[in-house]
Structures are given as C-alpha cells and as structure tokens.
C-alpha cells in the first residue's frame, strides 16, 4: 500500500538559510499534518490542512510558512534557519472525518550547521 | 505542551515475554493512538481506540482505554527482538481540530 512521501530525506543547511520540505499525502487523503521532532523527544505539532486551508495551528515559528496545494502535496518552507530548527520533521495524512488515523511518513532530517 | 507521560520510560524484556506499556492523558479526547518508532526513524501507526471503546486487539497487540482514568495500556504478547523500538501513545483531544499530542514515549528493548 502506498505511503506517506517525504522530500528530501536528509537537509543539511547552514544557519540564516531557508529550506523546503516536501509531502505527498497517501492517495485520496484529504489532510495533512507537520510535526517536528527534536533529539530524544517527542513530535510536536506544528501545522495541518484540510482542503488546501488550514485547519489547525500549533508551535510553528513565524519563520516557517506552510501550504497545501491542489493535488494535495503539502510543502513546509524555513527561513532564517537557526542550530535548534535541527531536528526529525514528519509529515502525516489522514481522510478527514474518519477518527483522523494519521499515518506518517519517514521523516526530514534537517541538520542546521 | 505534554499532553501525557509514559510509564514505564524505559523497559528491557527477554524475547517471548509479554510488555506492557501506559500512558497517561490530560484531557477528553476523541481517540488514542499507538505509534512505534525505530530510532531516529518514521513514526508506524499500531492501533487506534475511539474514546467509546473500552479494549482493542491487533495481532500481538491489545491496547484498552480508560476514560474516567485518562489512562491507555499498550500489551505487546510474545515479543520479540524486532519489536524493539520506542512506543508513543497519542491523542486526540475533542477540543484540538485533530492534532495529535504525544506522550513521551516507552522505550522497549527486547533481548534474544
């Protein structure tokens, strides 16, 4: 069956930089969900979309900036990168109004030097 | 902001013996969910319990619900040296638009 899709899996970047992270939801899903993952803790959410609006808003700097587009791709832009933005960001999708099962993809590496 | 914590943090089995994992949630919630993590990767969906479900199984795992305790139980039977990894427990509160809050997560090692 098919998965959650992440781009790239692995960013290295230096600080004061922008970087984009790419998503493609599993097929006919309808919501999209980011969360960002630091070293030994646990996912915080940061965004999610429903329909190419967003639904919800969570911990997410006002240097990131987030869309979903109409194949339902979601894209995760970061700018002014600082060293704490390293960290493991997840996307996840679920069918909207069905007990939102997410299922997540394998991750972004994002490495900030 | 935690929305749980996990207990035990750390928990080390031999293979074939049974793990039980809990976690612990703060508000009323939609559903619970169990996630395993392999270290440093991507996050497997295990199970799902809506907050009128009282027990859910899966294969080797049985997940309950207790509501009036906002607590969960996650019971891996059988284990095995591959089901070694982290386990978050995750919820969806009724008031949060479905975003999932998480636990601080289990780490389980399964010795051969």
């Known amino acids: 069956a098919a998965g959650v899709i992440q781009s790239p899996r692995h960013l290295i970047k230096e600080k004061r930089e922008t970087a984009t992270l790419k998503c493609y939801p599993i097929?006919?899903?309808?919501?999209v969900y980011w969360y960002q993952q630091g070293p030994g803790q646990d996912p915080q959410f940061l965004i999610s979309?429903?329909?190419?609006?967003?639904?919800d808003k969570g911990s997410i700097p006002d240097r990131f900036s987030a869309q979903q587009f109409s194949d339902y791709h979601s894209e995760l832009n970061m700018s002014s990168l600082e060293l704490g933005d390293s960290a493991l960001y997840f996307c996840a999708s679920s069918l909207w109004n069905s007990d939102y099962e997410q299922y997540f993809g394998p991750g972004t590496r994002l490495t900030v030097t | 902001s935690q929305q749980g914590e996990e207990d035990p943090q750390a928990l080390s089995i031999q293979e074939g013996e049974n793990a039980t994992m809990n976690c612990s949630y703060k508000?009323?919630?939609?559903?619970l969910q169990w996630y395993r993590q392999n270290s440093g990767r991507g996050l497997v969906h295990l199970i799902l319990?809506?907050?009128?479900?009282r027990e859910k199984h899966s294969g080797r795992l049985r997940v309950t619900l207790d509501t009036s305790k906002k607590s969960s139980s996650l019971l891996i039977t059988a284990s095995r040296a591959a089901d070694t990894a982290s386990y978050f427990c995750?919820?969806?509160?009724?008031?949060?638009?479905?975003?999932?809050?998480f636990g601080e997560g289990t780490q389980l090692t399964v010795n051969p």
């Open positions: 979309f429903y329909e190419k609006m967003q639904s």
């Open positions: 097929p006919r899903h309808d919501t």
């Open positions: 319990i809506r907050s009128n479900e």
């Open positions: 508000t009323s919630i939609n559903n």
């Open positions: 995750a919820t969806d509160a009724d008031t949060s638009g479905s975003r999932l809050t």
